[in-house]
């Protein structure tokens, strides 16, 4: 036995992953119908939409600049990112205005109606009327085609640079394959030509800028020549091949008065040797070089040959001999010759020597004259070599600039900008859009995607019965069987769940072998309903037992056979208004006439005899009460009936007609007995 609990109030909004399939394949006429409208949809849309083409150009844009001279007027450095950002700025160089309308003036799109150019006859007068008729009208203006075809351009111009690498690729998508091909060409030359002219025109600015200050350097020039000048005379600092005549002068006398000095010491040394050499004799190789002379040589050469003759007529002929004395007078007039000559040599070596001291003492006054006027200009020379820093700081300013200015002067005809166009557009073969196929097999399974969101939606707005469980706890009562399809006979899985339901409906009962079984539904499954009853009818006939099918439907309009309000109201008997059923075997009443009062013929008493009645003759009542919660009016049958069996299909049955048929059935008084759920997936 079930233990008794509360039966839910509300729909249960959950479902069982397991269930999902039973909503999608409940509603697949509305997932599929929403995949067939989307896939009719794009494929109209893929039908009406031009063609669009789409070609592309790619320039390797190297943020080091070609070093064509090592001063170049742009910076070849990297920056601290590798070049990434100057290469981003000249991806937006290339969207800017300057670039796309010259690309736009080569190719004549101002002209071209796909880029703007006003588009004439009676379809563009309509328009207007039509727009004027809506807004009202709009004053006159002069419309800009250069700056239309600029705009409509850039929305059909995309730029775009891959990352770790420098190559950019200009794309452009246009209704027509050439025309697509040849503004990207376009857009590529204009901007290896706009960046060509902009480093020329930065050179040239530049060059201008340096000639603008020449002008004032050359006047700070000879300002400060001027004064160096007026400075030099007014002090008496006169210059001569670079340096002061002073300096000069102080510099000669010091290099005379040095050499004056060395003389005057080569002259006393003179002197003094030849001082030492008189009154001495001596051999011929021992003259000093102070006395060198060709007459002193000579004597002593006729001295030193005298005493060799001499000694000579020593040996042979004696001391005393007359030869001997003639030649020793020879020799002493020799020598008194040489020492003549000495002493001439020595009056010589004197008067040199004095004339080198007169000139050393006149030269070292007068370098002494020169150093006492150069310390007096010393003080002078400080204020002189400040002009001359000046003038030299001034002229090296001058001559820099006007070297730079010649030299951007002549880089203003060098293009050192490092871009290339690397691949050419060409006339794409086939278009880029729109990808008909795709299109339709994407919004077909968008479309499949979106109906499945719809059947969801739609299940969460109104739930059904997804499975067993669910089932027992809506109804609050225990699933008597599950029917896998609806046969009657001997089907094996359809005979079995019928003859299962009933023993389990005959064990539950109060005793008695007879039994009336009060079968609803809701209005959906009416002819599930039906043919649950004659299927309980047939089994219940095959076992042998004695089927009395009553159609309690007061929805039936059954009033020319009679039935069981004619019973009920004692009008016919029931002998009169059964009749044999083909199709499953029992006997059969219909509802009856049901234009007459039916209050009194439901009267409890009626109702409970009645079935009274029939159970004594029938082992097996069956009553068709049609949606239960409709058909208010055969409650007092209800009440009386012994069990009230629910049929409900898996997946179909909302959950809303389920709780109103059991709060209508407690309300009643004969609570859900049990209930038949009907799955096609599940065995019996």
Request: glycine share 8%.
């Amino acid at each position: 036995m079930v233990p008794e609990r509360a039966a839910p109030s509300k729909p249960e909004t959950t479902a069982e992953l397991g269930d999902l399939w039973r909503i999608l394949a409940r509603r697949w006429k509305m997932i599929l119908g929403t995949a067939a409208v989307l896939g009719l949809a794009a494929l109209a849309y893929a039908v009406v939409t031009p063609s669009l083409y789409t070609a592309t150009a790619q320039l390797l844009i190297d943020p080091r600049d070609r070093m064509v001279v090592t001063n170049d007027i742009n910076p070849g450095a990297l920056a601290p990112d590798g070049g990434v950002t100057q290469v981003e700025s000249q991806v937006r160089v290339i969207e800017s205005d300057t670039v796309l309308s010259r690309a736009i003036a080569e190719t004549g799109l101002d002209k071209d109606p796909e880029f703007g150019a006003a588009k004439g006859g009676a379809v563009a007068g309509a328009v207007r009327s039509l727009r004027e008729l809506v807004t009202g009208p709009q004053p006159e203006r002069l419309v800009d085609a250069r700056g239309q075809s600029l705009d409509r351009l850039r929305r059909k111009l995309a730029v775009k640079r891959a990352d770790k690498v420098f190559v950019v690729d200009v794309i452009v998508t246009t209704t027509d394959p050439d025309k697509s091909a040849r503004i990207v060409n376009a857009i590529a030359k204009s901007y290896l030509s706009d960046q060509s002219e902009a480093r020329a025109e930065g050179a040239k600015r530049a060059a201008g800028e340096l000639r603008g200050r020449l002008d004032d350097l050359r006047a700070a020039v000879n300002q400060a020549d001027m004064r160096l000048e007026d400075y030099k005379a007014k002090n008496g600092l006169i210059a001569s091949s670079g340096r002061l005549v002073g300096e000069q002068q102080l510099t000669d006398s010091n290099a005379r008065v040095v050499a004056a000095r060395t003389r005057t010491a080569e002259a006393r040394a003179r002197l003094q040797g030849v001082k030492d050499a008189r009154g001495r004799p001596f051999a011929a190789g021992a003259t000093p070089e102070a006395i060198q002379s060709s007459v002193i040589d000579r004597l002593r050469g006729q001295y030193a040959e005298l005493a060799s003759k001499e000694a000579d007529l020593r040996t042979n002929l004696g001391e005393r001999h007359p030869f001997i004395a003639a030649t020793r007078a020879q020799m002493q007039d020799v020598k008194q010759l040489i020492d003549s000559e000495l002493g001439r040599i020595a009056q010589a070596a004197e008067a040199e020597y004095q004339r080198a001291q007169a000139n050393e003492r006149t030269l070292t006054a007068d370098l002494e004259k020169l150093q006492k006027q150069s310390a007096v200009s010393a003080q002078s020379s400080i204020r002189l070599r400040e002009l001359e820093r000046d003038v030299e700081a001034s002229r090296s300013v001058y001559n820099n600039f006007l070297v730079r200015s010649r030299e951007l002067k002549e880089q203003t005809g060098i293009d050192t900008t490092n871009a290339r166009v690397i691949t050419w557009a060409r006339p794409p073969a086939d278009s880029s859009w729109p990808p008909r196929l795709f299109l339709v097999l994407a919004a077909s399974l968008a479309g499949l995607g979106l109906g499945t969101g719809f059947a969801l939606v739609r299940e969460y707005a109104e739930p059904t019965v997804l499975s067993q469980r669910q089932l027992e706890r809506l109804s609050n009562a225990p699933v008597v069987a599950t029917l896998p399809r609806l046969r009657r006979g001997g089907d094996g899985a359809s005979a079995s769940a019928a003859g299962f339901t009933l023993d389990h409906l005959h064990e539950s009962a109060d005793g008695g072998r007879s039994i009336s079984i009060l079968v609803t539904s809701g209005e959906a499954e009416d002819a599930d309903r039906k043919a649950v009853i004659d299927l309980l009818a047939s089994v219940a006939v095959a076992r042998g037992e004695r089927v009395l099918i009553v159609d309690a439907d007061m929805r039936i309009d059954d009033s020319q056979v009679g039935g069981l309000l004619d019973v009920l109201r004692g009008e016919q008997s029931l002998n009169a208004v059964a009749r044999l059923d083909p199709a499953t075997g029992a006997r059969r009443i219909g509802m009856g006439d049901a234009q007459k009062p039916v209050r009194d013929a439901f009267l409890r008493t009626n109702v409970e005899r009645f079935l009274a009645g029939v159970k004594g003759r029938y082992e097996l009542v069956i009553l068709d009460g049609g949606v239960l919660s409709e058909n208010l009016r055969i409650g007092p049958v209800a009440a009386a009936a012994d069990r009230l069996l629910l049929i409900v299909r898996n997946g179909a049955t909302r959950q809303r007609d389920l709780l109103n048929l059991v709060g209508t059935s407690e309300a009643l008084g004969r609570p859900v007995s049990g209930s038949l759920l009907l799955d096609a997936r599940a065995a019996s």
